[in-house]
């Protein structure tokens, strides 16, 4: 079967559209956190926002990220955190399960990130699960957190 040139065009077109919809892309190593400025180079805790207007911000830690939505005046459209179990995954903050474990994470506070439904291997040591405004509130309250930390 072939495809003329028109067929091809709109194809491309509807191929671009598709992944301009999708979640951004991280380069590690390459971009730089919005928040803290540092080089995005721990993919298991990673972060990602979209904002209001439509533009991406990246994060190197889910603190970073929870840090600079108190900073904004509105609330992104989408946040996207790494499942620390599989870096480079990126799921929807809002439909992740949030742990503080007892390893370092780039802020220091040991905020991982895990799919809710994950059910293979164990996290490191960790005390939760919270979600994603229950860790939110935990990091703007500092480094213990209402839930008083495993360290």
């Given at each position: 079967?072939?495809?003329?040139r028109?067929q091809?065009l709109?194809?491309?077109?509807?191929?671009?559209?598709?992944?301009?919809?999708?979640?951004?892309?991280?380069?590690?190593?390459?971009?730089?956190c919005?928040?803290?400025?540092?080089?995005?180079?721990?993919p298991?805790?990673?972060?990602?926002?979209?904002?209001?207007?439509?533009?991406?911000?990246?994060?190197?830690?889910?603190?970073?990220?929870a840090?600079?939505?108190e900073?904004?005046d509105?609330?992104?459209?989408?946040?996207?955190?790494?499942?620390f179990?599989?870096?480079?995954?990126?799921?929807?903050?809002?439909?992740?399960r949030f742990?503080?474990?007892?390893?370092?994470?780039?802020?220091?506070?040991?905020?991982?990130?895990?799919?809710?439904?994950?059910?293979?291997?164990p996290?490191?040591?960790?005390?939760?699960?919270?979600?994603?405004?229950?860790?939110r509130?935990?990091?703007?309250?500092?480094?213990?957190?209402?839930?008083?930390?495993?360290r």
């Open positions: 079967m072939t495809c003329d028109r091809f709109l194809i491309l077109a509807a191929g671009a559209v598709g992944c301009a919809a999708g979640i951004p892309v991280l380069r590690y190593g390459v971009d730089v919005d928040f803290c400025r540092m080089t995005i180079s721990e298991e805790f990673a972060a990602l926002a979209e904002t209001a207007k439509g533009r991406t911000a990246r994060f190197d830690s889910i603190e970073c990220l840090r600079w939505i900073e904004q509105e609330f992104p459209r989408h946040t996207w955190v790494t499942d179990a599989t870096p480079g995954v990126v799921l929807a903050a809002s439909e992740a742990y503080r474990a007892a390893v370092r994470s780039s802020m220091g506070q040991g905020w991982i990130a895990s799919d809710a439904k994950r059910t293979g291997a996290l490191p040591e960790s005390e939760g699960p919270y979600t994603w405004d229950e860790t509130r935990g990091i703007l309250a500092g480094a213990e957190g209402p839930h008083g930390g495993i």
